[in-house]
C-alpha cells in the first residue's frame, strides 16, 4: 500500500481560516471549468457571427474543450499524485487562464479552437486536483463535509453560468465569457498558495502500489494519448463528413480510420499493462461497471446534442437574447442542484432501476415538447415546461447513476472508476455534437438560416429523445442494485 507524503503536519479543518481558504481556492477553480463548459453553448451563434464560422467551426468550439478534458483528466490526477496535487493545480490554473486569454482575443475561428484545446488540457489538470487536495488535506472528520460543500458551490457556479454568460455578451462582447476567467484565477493563485498544503503519493511506480489498486498513481501517458488521438479522430470524421468540400471527403475516412486504430491500441495496451494501467482492464469484466458506462455514454450524448441545438435554436430562430436563453437554462440546473442530493438517496433505498429507467422517459418528453419552439416563440409557455421536465429526468439520473458506478467497484478503484465515468460522460457530449448535425444535415453557414436551422432542430431533438429512450432500455434490462450497495442497506 502506499503511503502519502508529504501530509500537512495537521489537517486542516474546516472551521479554520486555511480550510475555508483552500475551499474557495478548490471551488472557485473548478467553477471556472464548469463555466466554460456550459456558458459557451450560449455564446455559439454570436462567435459565429463574429468569426464568420461555420457548423464546424462551432461545434470544434465546443469538442476541442470537451475532448481534451475528457481524454486527460485521468492523466491529470495521476499527475498531481506523483509531483504535487497542489503544483499540478497551480500549473492547470496557469493553462486554463492563458488559453482563456488566448480565446478571448482570437482573430479567426482556428485561433479559438486551438485555444480551447489547450483550454480544455489546463481543465483536465485542474479539475482533479481542486478535489484531490481537499481529499489529502482536510481532517477526516471535516472531509465529507468540505467535499460536500464543494459540490454544492460547484453546482450554483454551473447554475449561474450561463445566466451570467448571456449578461456578459449581451452588455459586452462574447469575449468577456473567457477573459472573466483572468481575475478570478489571480484570486485562486493566492488563495492556493497562501492556503494549499501540498502533498502527493510516495512510490508512485512501484509494483505493489499497482496491486494494491492505486489507481490515483498510475502514470500512463502512452494510454492517455492513444485514448486521447481516438477520441479526436472519431470525432473530426465525424464533424468533417458533414462539410460538402473535396478536402474533407478525403479526410473523414483518414481521421476515421486513424481514430479506430487508435482505439483500438488503447484497448490492447491496457489489456497488456493490467493492473498497472491508467484504467485497470478488470473493472470491465464487472458487467454492471460497462452498462453504467454504456448508459453514462448514451444519457449525456443526448444532454451534449439538446444543449449544442437548443441555445442556437433560441437565438438564431425564436430571437432570444443571449441573457434570455441563459435564463432558459436555469430550471435544469437549479433542479439538479436542489433535487440531486434527494435523487440519490431514492436511489440509496430502492435501488438505481427505477429513477434511471423514469429519468430518461421524462427528459425525452420535455425534449418532444421542446421541438415546437418556433419563430417568436413564448418563454413561459414555449420553453419553460419543457426545459423543466427535461432537467427533472436528468435530475433522477445524475447523483444514482455516480452512486451505482462507485458501489459497482472495490473501493481501491473509486477515483478511478469516477475518474472514467466522468470521462465516459463528456465523451458522450463530444461525439453528440460531432455526429447530430451530421444526421440532421446541418453544415456551413446553414445554421444563420432560420428555416434550415429549424428543420434541423426538429430532427436533432427527435435524436436526443431517442438516446435518452434507449438509456431507459439499458436500465430496465440490464441495470440491477450493485451488490455492495444492496448488502449495505440490509444492516
Known amino acids: 500500500m502506499l503511503n502519502s507524503v508529504p501530509q500537512p503536519s495537521t489537517p486542516l479543518r474546516l472551521a479554520s481560516a486555511s480550510g475555508r481558504g483552500l475551499l474557495f481556492a478548490t471551488v472557485l477553480a473548478s467553477g471556472m471549468v464548469f463555466l466554460d463548459t456550459t456558458v459557451v453553448n450560449v455564446a455559439l451563434p454570436h462567435i459565429g457571427r463574429g468569426l464568420d464560422a461555420n457548423v464546424s467551426g462551432l461545434q470544434w468550439t465546443v469538442d476541442g474543450y470537451m475532448l481534451t478534458l475528457a481524454a486527460f483528466v485521468l492523466l491529470g490526477g495521476a499527475l498531481g499524485d506523483r509531483y504535487g496535487r497542489r503544483r499540478i493545480f497551480l500549473i492547470g490554473v496557469v493553462c486554463f487562464t492563458s488559453a482563456s486569454v488566448l480565446c478571448g482575443v482570437a482573430q479567426n475561428i482556428e485561433w479559438l479552437i486551438a485555444a480551447r484545446f489547450l483550454q480544455g488540457a489546463?481543465?483536465?489538470?485542474?479539475?482533479?486536483?481542486?478535489?484531490?487536495?481537499?481529499?489529502?488535506?482536510?481532517?477526516?472528520?471535516?472531509?465529507?463535509?468540505?467535499?460536500?460543500?464543494?459540490?454544492?458551490?460547484?453546482?450554483?457556479?454551473?447554475?449561474?453560468?450561463?445566466?451570467?454568460?448571456?449578461?456578459?455578451?449581451?452588455?459586452?462582447?462574447?469575449?468577456?465569457?473567457?477573459?472573466?476567467?483572468?481575475?478570478?484565477?489571480?484570486?485562486?493563485?493566492?488563495?492556493?498558495?497562501?492556503?494549499?498544503?501540498?502533498?502527493?503519493?510516495?512510490?508512485?511506480?512501484?509494483?505493489?502500489?499497482?496491486?494494491?489498486?492505486?489507481?490515483?498513481?498510475?502514470?500512463?501517458?502512452?494510454?492517455?494519448?492513444?485514448?486521447?488521438?481516438?477520441?479526436?479522430?472519431?470525432?473530426?470524421?465525424?464533424?468533417?463528413?458533414?462539410?460538402?468540400?473535396?478536402?474533407?471527403?478525403?479526410?473523414?475516412?483518414?481521421?476515421?480510420?486513424?481514430?479506430?486504430?487508435?482505439?483500438?491500441?488503447?484497448?490492447?495496451?491496457?489489456?497488456?499493462?493490467?493492473?498497472?494501467?491508467?484504467?485497470?482492464?478488470?473493472?470491465?469484466?464487472?458487467?454492471?461497471?460497462?452498462?453504467?458506462?454504456?448508459?453514462?455514454?448514451?444519457?449525456?450524448?443526448?444532454?451534449?446534442?439538446?444543449?449544442?441545438?437548443?441555445?442556437?435554436?433560441?437565438?438564431?430562430?425564436?430571437?432570444?437574447?443571449?441573457?434570455?436563453?441563459?435564463?432558459?437554462?436555469?430550471?435544469?440546473?437549479?433542479?439538479?442542484?436542489?433535487?440531486?442530493?434527494?435523487?440519490?438517496?431514492?436511489?440509496?433505498?430502492?435501488?438505481?432501476?427505477?429513477?434511471?429507467?423514469?429519468g430518461p422517459v421524462i427528459a425525452a418528453g420535455g425534449v418532444l415538447l421542446l421541438r415546437g419552439i418556433g419563430p417568436h416563440a413564448s418563454f413561459w409557455v414555449d420553453v419553460v415546461p419543457g426545459v423543466f421536465l427535461f432537467g427533472l429526468g436528468l435530475t433522477l439520473v445524475v447523483a444514482p447513476l455516480t452512486t451505482s458506478v462507485l458501489a459497482a467497484v472495490e473501493d481501491q478503484f473509486a477515483g478511478v472508476a469516477s475518474g472514467f465515468n466522468n470521462a465516459a460522460s463528456r465523451a458522450g457530449g463530444v461525439l453528440a455534437v460531432a455526429a447530430l448535425p451530421l444526421l440532421v444535415g446541418l453544415s456551413g453557414a446553414a445554421y444563420r438560416m432560420p428555416a434550415e436551422l429549424a428543420q434541423a432542430f426538429r430532427a436533432a431533438m427527435l435524436w436526443c429523445a431517442g438516446l435518452m429512450i434507449v438509456g431507459a432500455l439499458l436500465a430496465v434490462f440490464l441495470i440491477h442494485r450493485p451488490e455492495r450497495a444492496a448488502q449495505g442497506s440490509q444492516r
Do not use: C
Not at 479526410?251 to 498497472?276: M, N, S, W, Y
Not at 454504456?294 to 437548443?310: E, K, N, Q, R
Open 122 to 358: 489546463g481543465g483536465a489538470l485542474l479539475t482533479p486536483g481542486s478535489l484531490a487536495l481537499i481529499q489529502a488535506s482536510f481532517h477526516p472528520d471535516d472531509r465529507g463535509r468540505a467535499i460536500g460543500a464543494w459540490s454544492g458551490f460547484s453546482g450554483v457556479s454551473t447554475a449561474l453560468g450561463p445566466l451570467l454568460g448571456g449578461w456578459l455578451i449581451d452588455a459586452l462582447s462574447w469575449r468577456w465569457i473567457f477573459l472573466i476567467n483572468v481575475p478570478l484565477a489571480v484570486v485562486v493563485v493566492f488563495a492556493a498558495l497562501r492556503w494549499a498544503p501540498e502533498s502527493r503519493a510516495a512510490g508512485a511506480t512501484n509494483q505493489a502500489g499497482a496491486e494494491a489498486g492505486n489507481v490515483g498513481t498510475r502514470f500512463d501517458i502512452t494510454g492517455a494519448l492513444l485514448g486521447a488521438l481516438g477520441l479526436a479522430g472519431i470525432t473530426f470524421a465525424l464533424i468533417e463528413a458533414a462539410q460538402r468540400t473535396g478536402s474533407a471527403s478525403v479526410l473523414a475516412p483518414v481521421a476515421g480510420v486513424v481514430g479506430v486504430v487508435a482505439a483500438i491500441a488503447f484497448v490492447l495496451l491496457e489489456r497488456r499493462k493490467g493492473d498497472a494501467a491508467m484504467l485497470p482492464p478488470k473493472l470491465f469484466r464487472r458487467r454492471l461497471f460497462s452498462v453504467l458506462n454504456i448508459y453514462t455514454v448514451v444519457v449525456y450524448a443526448s444532454l451534449g446534442g439538446f444543449s449544442f441545438f437548443l441555445s442556437v435554436h433560441l437565438q438564431n430562430v425564436a430571437g432570444f437574447s443571449a441573457l434570455k436563453t441563459g435564463l432558459a437554462n436555469l430550471p435544469m440546473t437549479g433542479l439538479l442542484l436542489l433535487g440531486s442530493p434527494r435523487a440519490g438517496a431514492l436511489a440509496a433505498r430502492i435501488g438505481p432501476r427505477l429513477p434511471l429507467t423514469v
